[in-house]
């Protein structure tokens, strides 16, 4: 690890480490004041096929926001700790308040019971502040067969013109990268509504 690197990873190891000690001592004292009818039960650790009774739901469902609450909280005082010049406060407060909304609609999600349609519809909100807040690079490099596809076949030229209308194009002299231009925000986007339902998908099947 470079020197001047190595005073920012100890401060981040003693937040995260403190982050983790805030989290574990808190989350006994709220489950006890979550109240029973929001209490679930991990299907993985009992016999499968078998009734779902009130004395088999024993897990809090929504201790998730004690974790997240917590993790917001240690991005703060990382935020007021770090220099500007080291981590980029415009970027960091963007992505914390991302990080609480999602906080906020997986909470409402529990309390709420909330339809699909809103789960798809919500996570875009959730991403906007990222949105407004990123400025770096647009280009992707597709897999080998794509690319191939995208130099050597008339797709390329479909591709092009298609990406000519967020802005974008097949950089010529890229061996197949793609310039998305403003379309790589519609798939910033469309990666927020995956990983928060895949997520979500994966806890529910639990």
């Known amino acids: 690890l470079p020197p001047d690197l190595r005073p920012l990873a100890l401060r981040s190891c ?6 983790y000690l805030t989290t574990v001592h808190l989350v006994p004292v709220i489950s006890v004041k979550i109240p029973r009818s929001k209490y679930g039960c991990d299907l993985l650790k009992r016999p499968p096929r078998q009734k779902i009774e009130d004395k088999d739901k024993t ?9 997240g609450v917590v993790f917001v909280l240690a991005l703060v005082v990382a935020d007021a700790v770090e220099a500007d ?8 407060a963007a992505a914390t308040l991302a990080i609480a909304l ?11 019971d909330l339809e699909w349609r809103y789960k798809y519809a919500l996570p875009p ?14 280009i992707i490099r597709p897999p080998t067969m794509i690319r191939r596809l995208l130099t050597d076949t008339f797709v390329g030229d479909v591709s ?33 509504v995956f990983c928060t339902n895949a997520v979500n998908i994966y806890a529910g099947v639990n």
Do not use: W
């Open 14 to 19: 003693g937040i995260g480490l403190g982050a």
């Open 59 to 67: 897990i809090p469902e929504s201790l998730g926001l004690v974790s």
């Open 85 to 92: 010049e080291v981590v980029d406060a415009h970027t960091l």
């Open 102 to 112: 999602a906080i906020l609609l997986g909470f409402a999600d529990d309390i709420l």
């Open 125 to 138: 909100l959730m991403a906007l502040p990222l949105l407004a807040a990123y400025n770096g690079g647009t």
């Open 160 to 192: 092009d013109r298609l990406l000519g209308l967020f802005g974008g194009s097949i950089v010529p002299e890229g061996l197949g990268l793609v310039d998305l231009g403003r379309a790589y925000q519609i798939y910033m986007v469309l990666l927020v």
